[in-house]
């Protein structure tokens, strides 16, 4: 079964995903969640996600360094930044930085989202 770890503060938004997930994937895909960058990181490792969909703004340890950490522990890993965040300079940074990475805005298209969760998680 593939594993899909979604990292966000916002309960309602880690909620919302996962009801997304669960309906459209029929429960082909095992959705793990983390409410912030420390706890993220430690599912990560312990559960090595096929796909992470995570938020860049967040406590004890932000989205950077969390995209950071999780480069360093498995760089094959495809990862979603979905974020409310959209100011140039954080659109500069994802394609500097993270240049592998898909950056979605939040809110995002329900059926955009979940494909490319799928095309993503299938690839």
């Known amino acids: 079964m593939k594993k899909i770890l979604i990292v966000d503060d916002q309960e309602p938004i880690r909620n919302a995903l996962h009801l997304l997930i669960n309906s459209r994937s029929q429960g082909q895909y095992q959705v793990i969640e983390a409410a912030n960058g420390q706890e993220a990181l430690e599912k990560f490792e312990k559960e090595k996600p096929n796909l992470a969909v995570v938020d860049l703004m967040m406590p004890r ?39 592998d990475y898909v950056l979605i805005t939040k809110p995002a298209d329900n059926n955009f989202l979940f494909d490319t969760i799928k095309r993503l998680v299938e690839a």
């Open 61 to 99: 340890v932000d989205g950077f360094t969390m995209l950071n950490e999780i480069k360093l522990i498995d760089s094959h890993v495809p990862v979603i930044i979905l974020t409310a965040k959209t100011d140039e300079a954080t659109a500069n940074e994802v394609k500097t930085n993270y240049p």
